[in-house]
């Protein structure tokens, strides 16, 4: 089924991290990338989706921000 869980703010950056191909070898395009990262947790709501595969998830998630 379609369902949300919110993340903790740690856990929302380290799963951005891993999905931003930061630049490991340039110290300050880290440090760039982590505050961005960290600032951007903190601003959106950020949640784990799970869902099943079909037209109905579009309504689930639109859901979300219609209340």
Do not use: I
Request: aromatic fraction near 14%.
């Amino acid at each position: 089924s379609n369902s949300v869980t919110p993340l903790a703010h740690l856990d929302a950056v380290s799963r951005l991290l891993v999905r931003a191909f930061p630049t490991f070898w340039d110290a300050g395009g880290m440090d760039f990338t982590l505050g961005f990262l960290n600032s951007l947790a903190a601003s959106v709501p950020c949640y784990d989706f799970g869902f099943v595969p079909e037209a109905q998830t579009v309504a689930f998630v639109r859901g979300l921000y219609n209340g």
